[in-house]
Each structure stands twice: as C-alpha cells, then as structure tokens.
C-alpha cells in the first residue's frame, strides 16, 4: 500500500504562485506514475498533469499548459505541482496520485491518492 499527503494548498490572488508538494510512503516511489487532480465544488474531478517513472515524460491538461509544471524527485519520494499564473477558475482541491501499472498517463484511473489541499484564487 502507498500513502499520500500533499501540502502546499492556500489562498492567493490572481496572477499569483503556489508550489504543491506530495510526500509518498509505503512502496517504492520510482515505481509508481505520478499525477495531480483537482475538483472544484459541484464538479467532476479532472486531470491536471502527470509525470512518468523517470520523469522523462510529462503530460498537462489543456487549461493548465504552460502555467504549470510537474516535477518529481524519487531520491525524496516526492512529487510536485509549480503553479503560477493562478486564475480564479483554478479554485479547487488538488489531489496527489500513484498509477501502477504502465500506460496513459492522463487517465482517472490511478491507484492510489491524496486526501487533498485546498488551493483558493481570489479575483
């Protein structure tokens, strides 16, 4: 079983920055994909970005590209969510997540999660 916790979540105004961090425990990290949800209230989760074992490869939601980045440090077992440029609409709780098996890495799919931070973006 792998355990998740992210921290890193608050309030900022638009135009600011905020750096998510996810801490992994239990198995071993490079095993695992990592990615990033979030959800805003009355709404579906979605895929925000995700970053492979090696960390070679990287794939980012259409309403994020280029104002965020994900990043990876297995020494660490961490992974990390670089978010600047925040708008209002990027209001919702992010989730850290762990895939498994090798696949799409845009996928809801994941095994395993986070039990989120709150990220709040005022106008």
């Known amino acids: 079983q792998v355990s998740l916790v992210e921290s890193g979540g608050g309030l900022v105004q638009a135009g600011g920055s905020l750096r998510l961090s996810c801490v992994a425990s239990?198995?071993?990290?490079?095993?695992?994909?990592m990615g990033w949800f979030r959800q805003a209230p009355g709404k579906e989760r979605e895929f925000v970005a995700a970053?492979?074992?090696?960390?070679?490869?990287?794939t980012y939601a259409d309403s994020v590209k280029g104002r965020f980045t994900i990043s990876r440090d297995n020494a660490e077992n961490t992974a990390s969510l670089q978010m600047n440029s925040l708008k209002p609409e990027d209001t919702a709780v992010y989730y850290c997540?762990?895939?498994?098996?090798?696949?799409?890495?845009?996928?809801?799919?994941?095994?395993?999660w986070g039990q989120g931070t709150q990220v709040t973006v005022s106008s």
């Open positions: 997540a762990a895939k498994e098996r090798i696949g799409v890495l845009a996928t809801r799919r994941y095994d395993y």
């Open positions: 239990g198995r071993t990290f490079s095993n695992y994909a």
């Open positions: 970053i492979s074992r090696s960390g070679g490869g990287t």
